[in-house]
Structure formats: C-alpha cells, structure tokens
C-alpha cells in the first residue's frame, strides 16, 4: 500500500519548537517533491513549505519563513518539517504530500499525488 505517514505533532507552548515527520511506505520518495500543508478549524488548507526531490529548491510560505525548517533524508525516505518559535496561529492538522512536480510557492492540491493523514499540532498556553 502506498502511503504517507506523519508523527511528532502534539501540544507545545507558544515559543516552543516541534518537529514533524512524514515517512513514505510502498514506495520511493526521493523521485517526488514534498510539501507540507496545514488545515486550522474553519480554514481552507494551505501550503506551508515545499522541498524538492533533490533538496535544490525549497519554499517558504511567508507566514512561517525564518520559523520552520524542511529538510529530507532519501536514505530514510522521509521529510521533516522543524517548527521554531511556534505562534498560537500555528494551531493546525499538518499532513505532508508527495508530487512529481516541485512547484515552489504554487500549492496546487490537485498535483499532490499521495498525502498523508494528518498530525494535530496545537500551540497554547
């Protein structure tokens, strides 16, 4: 079965750090680009940070640039996203998406092949 899994959300409190994970099962990720979005209560998803198959490209959306982090290990078929000086804004289901095509600032859903079910991230005091 061809899967994305994510771990590591959870509750921190605002200025804290999390990092998550998105691990690929039945198949290889380092012929995909990934990207990580995120979805609060009442919101649409959004695109949060993108990585290339290669690590070449990367991008930020403005929202979490200087703050979050993403990075990958094709050894380990897996891609992180560290999560600084967190903000209550943050509070979000994060799941990760694998597509062929890196895209950099352009999060179109529909180009996201597998996705991943989702990790609650909650920032509060």
């Known amino acids: 079965q061809l899967r994305l899994v994510e771990s590591g959300g959870g509750l921190v409190q605002p200025g804290g750090s999390l990092r998550i994970s998105c691990a690929a099962s039945g198949f290889t990720l380092d012929r995909y680009a990934v990207a990580w979005f995120r979805q609060a209560p009442g919101k649409e998803r959004e695109g949060v940070s993108c990585?290339?198959?290669?690590?070449?490209?990367?991008h930020y959306a403005s929202s979490v640039k200087g703050r979050f982090t993403i990075s990958r290990d094709n050894v380990k078929n897996t891609v992180y996203l560290q999560m600084n000086s967190l903000k209550p804004e943050d509070t979000a289901v994060y799941y990760c998406?694998?597509?062929?095509?890196?895209?950099?600032?352009?999060?179109?859903?529909?180009?996201?092949?597998?996705w991943g079910q989702g990790t609650q991230v909650t920032v509060s005091s």
């Open positions: 990585i290339s198959s290669s690590s070449k490209n990367i």
């Open positions: 998406a694998a597509s062929p095509y890196y895209r950099g600032g352009n999060y179109n859903i529909n180009e996201y092949w597998y």
